[in-house]
C-alpha cells in the first residue's frame, strides 16, 4: 500500500510538473493606467517572451495587491513586472532583472494634482487619493518617498486608497477628494500640478524562479509590449536604496550654514607703530602723585 502511495504521489507531481506553463504576471497600477490595458500587456508580453524562453508563456494581470504578492510566493509567477513603489513595499523574493521604459523613461517624478491651489499645505485637513500598495502603507510612501520626509502626509491630508491612476483621478474629478497622487504623465486639462516628487524607477522585472540570466537575456532581446516599449539593464542598488528610503526615509540632512562676510580690519596702525598715538583718558590729570614711597 505504502508503495502504492509512493508510485501515485510521484505521478501526481509529475503531472503537475509538465502542467505548468512559464507564468509572467503583471502588477502595473500606476505604469498602465487602465486595466484593459495592462491585461493586454501582460498577454503581449508573455507572446513576445515564448520565443527567446524556448517555451510556452502565460501573462497574468493582478488589480489587486495582496493577489499578486499572493501569487508571487507561492509559485505560482515565474516572472513579475511590477511598480518599484510596490517591490518597496513587499516582501518578494526574486532577482530584479530589468528596468521597463515608457515613452523613454525608466524613472519618473510623482506629482500631487488639483483643481484649486498652488501649494501642498493650502489642502491641509483635505483628502489625498493615494493608490493602494501593502495595507496601511500610503502614509509611508507618501512621506518618505515621493515628500522625501519633508512633509507628513497623513497628518496633513486625509488619505484615500484607490486601486490606480484612473480611479484616483476619477476620486477628484468626483470631488469625493481635493487631490491625487499619481505618476506625472497626461493629465485632464484642468488639472493643477502643485508637487513633484525626485524621480524613481517605473517598472521593474523580478525572476521569481528559474534561470534569472536567461531571464534577463530573454527581455533585454524582446522589445517589450506597449507601454513599455524595451527593457533595460537595472541596477539592484538602485532599488534597494528605494526599498529603504521607503522603510527608513531619508537621513537627516545638516543644516546650512551660511559664509560670514570676510572682516578686513585696518592693519597699517598695527605694522607702522609711528601712526599709533597714546590716548590717556583726561581724569588722570586730577590726580597728585602721593609724596610717600611705598616700601621695596
Known sequence: MKR??????????????????????????????????RFEFAEALAKGLSGPLG?????????????????????????????????????????????GSIAGQTHRRWVVVARSGNFVKELNGQ??????GAAGQEAKFATNVVFAGDYQANKG???????????????????????????????????????????????????????AAAVRSALLSSGGAAPITKFVEVKAQELEDLKNLFTKGPPKRIPAVAESPTLRPPVEPLVDMKKVGYVLPDFLEQFDSPSEKPDD
Open 4 to 37: 502504492l502511495m509512493l508510485v501515485l504521489s510521484m505521478l501526481g507531481a509529475s503531472v503537475q510538473a509538465a502542467e505548468h506553463k512559464y507564468t509572467v504576471g503583471v502588477f502595473l497600477p500606476t505604469s498602465i493606467a487602465d486595466g484593459q490595458a
Open 55 to 99: 517555451q510556452p508563456v502565460a501573462g497574468k494581470s493582478f488589480a489587486k495587491f495582496e493577489d499578486f504578492t499572493k501569487a508571487a510566493s507561492d509559485g505560482t509567477l515565474d516572472l513579475a513586472v511590477v511598480d518599484a513603489w510596490a517591490l518597496a513595499q513587499g516582501n518578494l523574493k526574486g532577482e530584479p532583472v530589468a528596468l
Open 127 to 132: 483628502k489625498l487619493a493615494v493608490p493602494k
Open 157 to 211: 491630508f486625509k488619505l484615500v486608497p484607490v486601486p490606480a491612476i484612473d480611479s484616483a483621478l476619477k476620486a477628484v474629478e468626483s470631488k469625493s477628494a481635493a487631490a491625487a497622487l499619481v505618476p506625472q504623465g497626461d493629465l485632464p486639462k484642468d488639472f493643477k500640478v502643485i508637487y513633484r516628487s525626485p524621480r524613481i524607477p517605473g517598472a521593474v522585472a523580478l525572476s521569481l524562479r528559474g534561470d
